[in-house]
């Protein structure tokens, strides 16, 4: 910067002093301004507060106009609830919360509104999907009673209950329980755990209310279920002997899909007082009105029950099911209306129980209701079978073998020891038939097909004369069709097999796949069940063999009736279960065996040979034989010769 540059920047500033100086207001225009300033401050300030009063009188007036409206509303809303509900109105509106209780086999959860259980969860099962196994689910059931109260319908799953018990989740202990002692009450009777009673109220006023009462032991697949009532007498209507508890769920899918599976077995049971167990038609929706005193209805599907049992008795109920076989994750829905007995009085108690819990012979035959029945063992010629021997070998198996397909295996080793004589017994009889091969071929020759009648009898006088007897060989058929008619039942009906694998198989109790087909054949299914093709082929092979020590020359036919059984077997038994193709083909294997066996055991020349002397050897007659043909020479018949 030069000198002129300073020199003019000096003078600019020294102006603007002196201008500032010489213009400076004079004390008293300094004084006029703060007085109008003061003033216009005032004014404004005066003009907010009263712009602040006035918003503060807005607010108290629109408060105080929202405030009528809703007490106008809130009492209008009071007015109606009491004009529907009564002396129930005020437990018309609330919040739904939940309480769980549970011990070591399941968890039941209860909800304040309807005061009843939710859910029910199998803690030691799953899904076929590997999800929680879960009975039935509140958004898809009901759970309640009906009734008039002051000429009031009264649904009781619309009102909020109070519990006994404000703590949400509470778990059962109790000793450890060994394999085979789940939900065995003489268990629990020597090895005590906790136990618990929860209760919800439906109040109707100062010391009035409905109650349901539950209980819950450790180990034990029961809920204790108490419908009371506490003075109500001048509330409920008089003019009738029952309150009705309606029960509905709608039954969720717990297997594989499969045309054996769920769909065949599920529907409602029912026991009458003094009568036997009895079900709706399964496959097919239907109803049933029992007007008979009832001792338990049952919601049942293959593996697991929801079961409601009287104290007493039921004096009617009305049970619907709704199947829906097309449905992914539902099989139906079932539907209970059950009369509960009434007499008016200030205080009464009516008692129930619920079974929530596995299909299982001995968990349910305990109960000495004939809830066994629940599980088809088959016909009445069949289940003795099933209850005196399979089961009980089963039982006796399982509580040292883990494996399930070698307990099969043993079972199976085992039933072929009991009819291992019979067995014997019919191949030495059928190599006796075989032995009279030439004489049969003699006879056939002689009376060709005209005379039927003739050389029948020439066969029979063969058969006795050679001591044999043709029926010898039916005799080990006789005891082994009911084993074999029993399995078919029990494998697809026994829980202890659901969902235990073996080799290829995943699940004993259904069907095994190795192949998945893009189609479907008819009466066969699409996919390839590997147990059952070498059940099929097995018993071809057996059949084989045992065509070799039979004549079925006087019966074409049957040789090939004989091959056509095992090939319809095979389009049957593809979609059952697993375990029963892996039983019968463990049975023919051994039976292939055995045949071989006998050939070694059995010297068929040996036979021939006694054949030959027995028929030289005169014809011993009964004493039955001899008497009739005395009392034919009475009459004056000559016995034919």
């Given amino acids: 910067m030069d000198r002129n540059t300073v020199i003019g920047v000096a003078l600019i500033f020294t102006i ?244 054996y599976g769920e769909d065949t077995y599920t529907t409602i049971y029912y026991k009458y007082q003094d009568d036997d167990v009895d079900k709706i038609s399964t496959g097919k929706s239907g109803a049933e009105s029992l007007r008979t005193k009832t001792k338990w209805i049952s919601f049942k599907q293959l593996f697991f029950a929801s079961t409601l049992i009287a104290d007493e008795a039921f004096p009617s109920v009305d049970i619907k099911t709704e199947l829906t076989q097309d449905d992914p994750r539902y099989l139906g829905n079932f539907n209970a209306d059950v009369s509960l007995p009434y007499e008016g009085k200030d205080s009464e108690s009516i008692k129930m129980r619920f079974f929530f819990g596995p299909s299982h012979y001995n968990t349910l035959k305990q109960y000495d209701l004939s809830m066994e029945s629940l599980i088809n063992l088959g016909y009445a010629i069949v289940r003795p079978v099933n209850k005196w021997i399979v089961i009980p070998a089963f039982n006796f198996l399982r509580t040292f073998i883990d494996n399930f397909g070698i307990i099969i295996l043993l079972l199976t080793i085992f039933i072929k020891l009991i009819i291992f004589p019979f067995t014997y017994k019919s191949y030495h009889s059928q190599a006796k038939m075989k032995a009279l091969k030439p004489e049969m071929d003699e006879i056939n020759a002689k009376f060709g097909k005209d005379k039927p009648m003739e050389k029948q009898q020439a066969v029979m006088a063969l058969y006795k004369k050679a001591g044999v007897n043709p029926m010898g060989g039916c005799l080990p058929m006789l005891f082994q069709f009911p084993v074999l008619i029993a399995m078919f039942f029990f494998f697809p009906t026994s829980i202890e097999l659901r969902q235990e694998s073996f080799l290829w198989a995943t699940d004993l109790s259904t069907y095994d796949s190795i192949l998945n087909l893009p189609f479907t054949i008819p009466f066969y299914g699409n996919h390839v069940s590997l147990f059952c093709l070498l059940m099929t082929v097995t018993t071809i092979i057996s059949t084989y063999l045992n065509s070799q020590t039979q004549n079925t020359d006087a019966m074409p036919g049957m040789k090939t009736m004989m091959y056509i059984m095992p090939v319809m077997f095979l389009f049957i038994l593809n979609s059952y279960s697993s375990g029963l193709s892996y039983y019968y083909f463990l049975a023919n294997v051994i039976t292939i065996g055995q045949t071989y066996a006998f050939r070694f055991m059995i010297d068929e020349e040996k036979i021939r040979a006694q054949i030959q002397i027995n028929k030289k050897k005169p014809i011993v007659k009964s004493k039955f034989q001899q008497k009739l043909e005395e009392m034919a020479k009475q009459k004056g018949i000559q016995p034919r010769k």
């Fill in 16 to 259: 603007l002093i002196g201008f500032s100086y010489f213009n400076r207001p004079s004390e008293q225009q300094i004084a006029a301004a703060k007085r109008t300033r003061d003033s216009l401050e005032l004014v404004h300030a005066e003009k907010q507060k009263q712009i602040i009063e006035a918003a503060k009188l807005d607010s108290i007036q629109n408060q105080s106009v929202t405030t009528l409206q809703s007490d106008s509303l809130s009492s209008s809303e009071d007015d109606a609830r009491r004009e529907k509900f009564g002396v129930f109105a005020s437990a018309s509106v609330g919040k739904e919360q939940f309480y769980v209780i549970e011990n070591n086999l399941m968890k039941v959860t209860f909800s304040n509104k309807g005061g009843r259980i939710y859910s029910v969860e199998l803690k030691n099962y799953k899904t076929y999907e590997g999800k929680p196994l879960i009975l039935f689910e509140g958004n898809t059931s009901k759970f309640g009673m009906n009734f008039f109260a002051q000429n009031r319908s009264i649904e009781t799953e619309s009102f909020y209950f109070t519990p006994s018990d404000s703590v949400a989740d509470q778990v059962l202990n109790g000793p450890e329980v060994k394999i085979g002692k789940e939900g065995i009450e003489k268990f629990n009777e020597t090895q005590k755990g906790d136990s618990k009673t929860f209760s919800m109220r439906l109040f109707a006023g100062e010391g009035k209310y409905l109650e349901y009462k539950y209980s819950l032991n450790y180990n034990s697949y029961l809920v204790g279920f108490e419908v009371n009532t506490k003075g109500l007498s001048n509330i409920i209507t008089t003019n009738s002997n029952f309150l009705n508890f309606n029960w509905n769920i709608t039954v969720p899918r717990q297997e594989r899909k499969s045309q």
